[in-house]
């Protein structure tokens, strides 16, 4: 194609650009070279878009370069790699428009391409074969299932538009875990994500600087490592599982004997066994945890040592003074 024709297309192309798409698409260069475009559908769902024209064009395909500050390089490779297909498709015809076109609609229609990367990490890192991780474009959520054997917490994670700035929302469906267990699990992953984009509130740690991270990798690891780990968890107390072997017989009752507590630590007790291991010495330096010997604290529980202690101790006297009369009875 000669110059003049290319720059008729060009010119027309351009004006067809900024009247379909002017919302989206900032042209940054736009020469006989190549051709430049900025599209940005939010602050991370943005690209710059580089078409070039080959010698024989438009007999041959434009070469598409996509970079980004903020999308994946996998996603970009991908993306352009189905653009050059698109160009090779319409060989003969003019393909700036079209691929520009492509872009956009991709840009839009995937919210979710702004975590991509987290995505892929999320498959190969953390999930296991009975896991599931649905993508759900249109809500610009993922929808995630993390299994182990009878148990399951089925959660939604919202990609919110200013994603990785703002933190993911996370939303339960479904679960058959104990209400402690699941208002546990919510409120650790918003932790989470709210320590991913706010700086810490302790001064010292505060004053390293801060950098925004996305949030949902970490707070999906978090779910996925809980359910695997929490339901094959021994009791502290008594060495067997925690929870029951079949979710229909989970307790959640707080006050029944066999309600699971976890504590700050993470490992977990029965309740009759936690109040039993708490009301049995020694009690030198506050109970810690068999596990990892981290002291207890429990909400369940305040009662502090000392108390215990001379509670312990009175029961102790009372069983000798009670000892020691015994022959009286006999
Ligand atoms: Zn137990
Ligand atoms: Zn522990």
């Not at 993922?142 to 993911?168: H, S, T």
Request: hydrophobic share 35%; charged share 30%.
């Amino acid at each position: 194609m000669g110059n003049l024709e290319l720059q008729k297309e060009l010119d027309e192309y351009k004006n067809k650009l900024q009247a379909k798409v002017p919302r989206i698409t900032k042209v940054m260069t736009w020469s006989q070279e190549y051709v430049k475009v900025e599209i940005s559908i939010t602050k991370f769902r943005t690209l710059i878009m580089t078409l070039r024209f080959p010698d024989r064009y438009p007999e041959t395909n434009l070469l598409v370069e996509l970079t980004s500050k903020t999308l994946g390089h996998n996603l970009l490779f991908g993306l352009s790699a189905q653009c050059e297909d698109e160009c090779k498709r319409s060989i003969g015809e003019v393909q700036i428009l079209r691929v520009i076109q492509k872009v956009s609609k991709f840009l839009e229609e995937k919210p979710l391409c702004c975590c991509a990367e987290e995505i892929s990490n999320i498959k190969r890192e953390i999930l296991k074969s009975d896991d599931a991780i649905v993508l759900k474009q249109k809500q610009s959520s993922v929808n995630l299932i993390a299994r182990q054997g009878k148990y399951y917490y089925d959660a939604m994670f919202c990609v919110p538009d200013d994603y990785p700035e703002a933190p993911i929302r996370n939303d339960l469906n479904a679960t058959n875990f104990s209400t402690a267990f699941q208002k546990y699990f919510q409120a650790q992953m918003t932790e989470i994500a709210r320590q991913c984009v706010e700086p810490p509130l302790n001064k010292k740690k505060a004053s390293h600087t801060f950098e925004k991270r996305p949030s949902l990798f970490p707070a999906v690891k978090f779910l996925v490592e809980s359910v695997h780990r929490y339901v094959n968890e021994v009791c502290c107390g008594c060495n067997n599982k925690g929870f029951p072997e079949d979710p229909v017989n989970v307790i959640d009752e707080s006050s029944n004997r066999y309600h699971v507590e976890r504590l700050y630590c993470g490992h977990i007790f029965h309740l009759k066994c936690l109040v039993k291991y708490m009301k049995t010495p020694p009690f030198q330096g506050g109970k810690k945890c068999p596990s990892c010997g981290e002291r207890i604290f429990h909400e369940k529980y305040k009662v502090p040592p000392e108390l215990e202690e001379a509670r312990w101790a009175h029961k102790q006297a009372r069983q000798r003074e009670l000892d020691e009369v015994t022959d009286f009875f006999s």
